[in-house]
């Protein structure tokens, strides 16, 4: 199993243009998270998806959208970057409770975004 | 709502010392409890998690932690560190509802740095 992957790994965009960042899971996991990581700051939540055909907001969601494209893959897509999304980007995928009930996130290696 | 903190966003040891990541929390619900371990340039690792029953846990690589609900505690320790211990730690919470499941989206804190010297 690859677990979570993610795509690009690397990327560079000027101010305005607009970028898909990709996400996948192969562990038959039901819920799927997209978070930013800033200095200093932590991991903030910008979307998650419970369930396949469901999203909702985060904590940070603003300037972003969504797409639970099937139960597989959660896409984040920033229609007009600017530099303040500048950041460093998590999917996270979470799998059923089983007999713990805890619910523990599985993550992907990042996506390292700079805004010009 | 529930948020964590993390006192000290820089921790320095020695290689043999105590490792101590300080954890607090607040959740108006009962809390599931977690330690991530984020090693340069790579995702998030879980490194040990708290649910319900025994309050001290273990966790992968030496690493343990008690979650003290008087205090709203969830303070990470190692006894002897490692070089290779030396990464950035993340304490986040979970909260529960009435049926007891979570909720499933964690709150993090913001992150403590251990540095290790030889």
Same mark, same amino acid.
């Given at each position: 199993n690859a677990g979570v992957t993610q795509t690009p790994k690397f990327q560079v965009l000027k101010t305005g243009q607009s970028m898909t960042l990709q996400c996948a899971q192969?562990? !038959?996991?039901n819920s799927m998270y997209w978070y930013r990581q800033d200095p200093g700051m932590g991991l903030r939540l910008i979307y998650y998806s419970a369930s396949e055909g469901t999203t909702d907001k985060g904590e940070v969601p603003n300037g972003y959208n969504v797409s639970r494209? !099937?139960?597989?893959e959660f896409s984040l897509r920033l229609e007009s970057a600017a530099p303040s999304q500048t950041s460093v980007y998590f999917c996270a995928s979470r799998g059923p409770p089983g007999r713990s009930r805890s619910y523990e996130q599985y993550f992907g290696p990042g996506t390292r975004l700079t805004v010009t | 709502a529930q948020s964590v903190t993390q006192l000290g966003s820089h921790v320095s040891v020695s290689e043999g010392a105590l490792v101590l990541l300080r954890c607090n929390y607040s959740s108006s619900v009962p809390p599931y409890l977690f330690w991530y371990v984020q090693y340069p340039n790579q995702g998030l690792q879980l490194l040990l998690k708290y649910t319900t029953g025994a309050t001290l846990v273990k966790g992968i690589n030496g690493f343990e932690a008690e979650f003290k609900k008087s205090e709203t505690s969830f303070h990470l320790t190692k006894p002897s560190a490692h070089m290779s211990d030396a990464a950035e730690y993340f304490c986040a919470v979970s909260g529960q509802n009435a049926g007891g499941t979570s909720y499933g989206k964690l709150t993090f804190g913001q992150g403590t740095i251990l540095t290790v010297h030889p």
């Open positions: 192969d562990m !038959n996991h494209l !099937n139960k597989r | -």
